[in-house]
């Protein structure tokens, strides 16, 4: 129809068909619908998908509206008001607007609640009464796609009435099976309740909570971490995982890779939420599950893992702790208690927390070292201008001890006793020994000298035999085939060249020496003492002396067979009867195995580190009869050389 004018109806006929119905006017015209005026630069179109489409200019004031300001869509800007003919952002509401939303209820039952509906507001309530059992609620929303932008506000809300027993009553929260939050009831026989309200929203391909507001305050502070297996739910125990920056339900008494307590409702939590993550308490007061077989727990008492997955129990031994109980437990009662979280290292004798406590607490601290049955060290050295003493009977009242040391299979090689007498039964090698009696001998030892080259010359001498009745002069040299003094013998030298029997020797007026030209050995009893033409002494028994012992080197033999030339051994099981030796622990391997028949419970060991530990204390970390074991707490990535010592106390 073209520059037709009056008034009527426009109707598009079914046949023909238009391909694109329009309605529009020529430039620099305008149509009138209705008492609004269509200009040129507009026009309405309907596509064949049934889309009506407005085309508006683009100049300030051509804007498309609905009874004046209901609905207003400007040209310039494309600015949406609802309720304003001037919105002054992309969607501009004045007046009160609102969505859908979803109420839901549960009671005293454990159940899993799917709600298909998308809302923009879910109301999800729990109220079990008096019932004596713990129960969970889960609700999984499924009706909010996991699509960026998407947000919903979410209420939960859990109620218990007063019940004879301490019970638990938990809400759970879940968008299409992702754990988003939980809410749960203090573990208490009295009637509680709690509540928690946020913004849910979906940005990076993950859902965030926003704007959280609990009822109560509260106490810790925790950090959100993603974990993987079990869900860990609130007061249970956690570890690192073997996955990077990751975190699992503790399935370990004592576990050395423990890390924190899920929390409950954390004061102030840092990090970033993603999928399957939990807040973790770093810090501060928090209620922790404890394993009902848990030894009885007191205020103060330091809390461990136990092997019941996610539990806590008291710890008795060294190890990590998660913080300290701040109440008072029994078995049979409530299944939490109150604990302070402090992630530290339990040690039952020694424990520092602090820098602080380190300092104030290092003198007491140290006498229970020396007084242990193992001490590590590498070098034992005085004070400065002290002396080093090493008290064999410190308690006058008690019997005293030996100083030893043991060697080959177990045998005593070296020993003082209180008394101050030494006993060695190997070779005591030393360039110098000092002794009244030793100088004594050393003169005897020259006359013998002296005596032996006489009686050497002696064979050579022409001798007459005199009679028992006649007295006996010679001027010069006698030699008689039997001599027999009955009384006294007085005499300057004495050469004997077979046997020389007597009860006592003695020389008068200068030392005694026994082989004095250093022509050949000395053997005293039968061979169990000899002294060689060198000065090295060999005993058979043992040696003590009643004065001081001046000792250059010590030297300790082995007769290990598994010793190699240079004492190192690498193996992470050693067996062994040396009583000193060097071993290596290998990279990322926690401990190595010492297997020794010496090693009982009066043994002391030594371990020296000969390479970097990266700060890391070397020590025994067991010790029983026949075995002693050496290791950290926690396998280092690189080799660790030690020499290690074994002493036995008596």
């Not at 709690?194 to 810790?220: C, M, N």
């Amino acid at each position: 129809m073209d520059d037709e004018t009056g008034t009527g109806a426009l109707v598009f006929a079914n046949t023909p068909t238009l391909v694109t119905p329009e309605i529009g006017v020529a430039t620099g015209t305008s149509l009138d619908l209705g008492g609004t005026t269509l200009y040129a630069s507009r026009a309405i179109t309907v596509d064949t998908g049934g889309v009506l489409n407005i085309s508006l200019a683009t100049a300030a004031g051509d804007d498309f509206t609905v009874d004046t300001n209901k609905l207003v869509v400007e040209g310039d800007n494309g600015n949406v008001g609802i309720g304003t003919a001037t919105p002054g952002r992309t969607l501009d509401v004045v007046g009160n607007w609102g969505g859908n939303a979803v109420v839901d209820t549960s009671g005293a039952v454990d159940e899993t609640r799917t709600i298909s509906t998308k809302a923009l507001m879910y109301d999800l309530q729990k109220n079990t009464g008096t019932t004596n059992t713990s129960t969970t609620t889960t609700w999984n929303i499924t009706g909010l796609p996991d699509t960026d932008g998407t947000f919903a506000f979410i209420y939960s809300y859990v109620e218990k009435g007063i019940t004879g027993n301490a019970r638990t009553e938990t809400v759970n929260i879940q968008i299409n099976g992702a754990s988003i939050s939980s809410v749960a009831t203090a573990t208490t026989p009295t009637a509680d309740s709690r509540h928690l309200t946020y913004i849910i929203s979906r940005t990076d391909s993950v859902w965030h909570i926003a704007a959280a507001a609990e009822s109560g305050t509260g106490s810790d502070l925790a950090e959100w971490f993603p974990y993987v297996g079990q869900t860990p739910q609130a007061g249970e125990l956690v570890s690192i995982a073997s996955e990077a920056i990751k975190v699992k339900l503790s399935e370990n008494a004592y576990d050395n890779n423990l890390i924190g307590v899920v929390s409950t409702k954390p004061h102030t939590t840092m990090g970033e939420q993603t999928d399957n993550s939990i807040r973790v308490a770093l810090a501060g007061r928090i209620p922790v599950k404890i394993d009902p077989d848990s030894p009885p727990i007191s205020a103060g008492d330091f809390i461990t893992s136990s092997d019941k997955p996610g539990m806590a129990k008291k710890a008795t031994q060294a190890g990590y702790s998660v913080g300290k109980a701040m109440e008072n437990w029994q078995a049979g009662g409530s299944d939490q208690i109150e604990v302070f979280v402090n992630l530290s290292w339990y040690e039952p004798e020694l424990t520092f927390n602090s820098i602080k406590d380190l300092k104030n607490n290092i003198l007491s601290k140290i006498a229970g070292l020396i007084e242990s049955k193992i001490v590590k060290t590498n070098i034992i050295s005085p004070i400065t201008n002290s002396d080093l003493i090493i008290d064999l009977q410190p308690d006058n009242s008690q019997e005293a001890n030996k100083f030893v040391v043991k060697g080959v299979d177990d045998k005593e090689v070296f020993s003082v006793n209180a008394g101050g007498d030494a006993t060695i039964s190997g070779t005591l090698y030393a360039d110098k020994i000092e002794s009244k009696r030793l100088s004594d001998i050393e003169e005897l030892l020259k006359e013998v000298e002296t005596s032996q080259n006489l009686l050497t010359e002696s064979k050579s001498w022409e001798v007459n035999t005199a009679t028992t009745s006649a007295s006996l002069s010679a001027s010069d040299s006698g030699q008689f085939k039997d001599l027999f003094v009955t009384n006294q013998l007085a005499t300057t030298s004495l050469f004997v060249s077979d046997n020389f029997t007597t009860k006592n020797i003695n020389s008068l007026d200068s030392p005694l020496s026994l082989q004095p030209l250093a022509l050949n050995s000395l053997e005293i009893m039968a061979g169990k003492i000899k002294i060689d033409t060198n000065g090295n002494a060999f005993f058979e028994g043992n040696v003590e002396i009643a004065g001081d012992l001046t000792i250059k080197n010590i030297i300790v033999a082995s007769s290990d067979p598994i010793a190699t030339e240079s004492g190192i051994i690498d193996n992470t099981v050693i067996n062994t009867n040396s009583t000193a030796g060097k071993a290596i622990l290998p990279a990322n391997t926690e401990s190595i195995t010492i297997n020794n028949s010496k090693i009982s419970n009066n043994t002391l060991v030594y371990i020296t580190p000969l390479s970097s530990t990266q700060n890391k204390v070397l020590f025994v970390k067991s010790k029983g009869d026949d075995f002693f074991t050496v290791g950290f707490n926690e396998p280092l990535e690189l080799d660790v050389e030690f020499n290690w010592w074994i002493i036995e106390i008596q």
